[in-house]
């Protein structure tokens, strides 16, 4: 294990948890009642607000501001925190804030880059693997599943949902959830076609890895529940009866059917602002 290494002009608390071998930068300020575990890099000039907890090997670049207070009008004032797990990397200008609620959490999983200005808001929880391009942009309440890739700018509304290996196209707007596997786009985003690409890509991690077999069912239950004209809800049942015993076939249907906020999608021959 490295050697601890703070530089000088960081401010840290005397009331901080600094495990062995992290860095931190010049004039960077870690407030109280913050974790750090070990080997954890952090940049300069970057904030660690007090109750935010970060894991292992991660790595936090110039200006992220980390742990700061909910923007949410409800927040008072109150204990709440940040959890992030291990080997994540947050790069320039990253903003992640506390959870608006006493003793709650705005949660970031494991393995995920956020990149320039990405901004994750109270009570947001993102699994593992995800990626987030420049600019992406969460509103509270937000849930993104593993293996999730958002395009730079897009902007996700309060309490939408983003299924396991989901994609969001670049500055789309985003107000209704997106099934899992699935690739959405526009403004309103809608989806467009099964995330072929980015399950792919994702086949070299063994976590993320699925079956010749499911990704041939998956394009057979897309092909049912947004391009056969069936209402979404009868699609669910027609999928449902058609492919049986898989189990991310049936996470894609029980995720649409918990779905509060809807699953924005274009009809056949339905046109709507945005599509080509």
């Not at 575990?37 to 970057?46: C, R």
């Not at 894991?55 to 992220?64: P, T």
């Not at 494991?110 to 990626?131: E, F, K, P, Y």
């Not at 309060?158 to 707007?173: D, L, P, T």
Request: glycine content about 10%; aromatic content about 8%.
């Amino acid at each position: 294990m490295s050697e601890t290494n703070i530089h000088p002009t960081a401010i840290i608390s005397p009331k901080a948890d600094i495990a062995e071998g992290v860095s931190i930068g010049p004039y960077s300020l870690i407030e109280d009642h913050v974790q750090i575990g070990a080997n954890t890099v952090i940049g300069p000039h970057v904030q660690i607000d007090k109750w935010t907890i970060i894991g292992e090997d991660c790595q936090i670049f110039f200006g992220a501001s980390i742990g700061n207070p909910s923007k949410d009008l409800k927040y008072t004032g109150g204990r709440s925190f940040v959890r992030i797990g291990d080997r994540n990397i947050f790069r320039e200008y990253v903003s992640i804030s506390r959870s608006t609620f006493d003793d709650g959490e705005t949660v970031v999983g494991d393995d995920n880059l956020l990149m320039n200005w990405v901004n994750v808001a109270h009570d947001s929880v993102l699994g593992s693997r995800i990626i987030m391009a420049n600019f992406a942009t969460l509103a509270g309440h937000v849930i993104i599943e593993d293996d999730v890739r958002l395009g730079a700018y897009a902007a996700l509304h309060q309490f939408v949902r983003v299924g396991r290996m989901a994609m969001a196209g670049g500055c789309s707007k985003i107000a209704q959830d997106i099934p899992p596997f699935m690739l959405s786009a526009g403004h309103p985003a809608r989806v467009r076609d099964l995330n072929r690409i980015g399950i792919r890509t994702s086949q070299i991690n063994p976590l993320s890895r699925l079956s010749p077999e499911t990704f041939s069912l998956l394009k057979k239950a897309y092909r049912i529940l947004f391009r056969s004209g069936i209402p979404l809800r009868h699609a669910v049942t027609k999928v449902r009866e058609e492919i049986q015993g898989n189990a991310d076939v049936d996470y894609l249907c029980d995720f649409i059917e918990s779905s509060k906020r809807g699953i924005g999608f274009s009809l056949p021959n339905r046109a709507v602002k945005g599509d080509k």
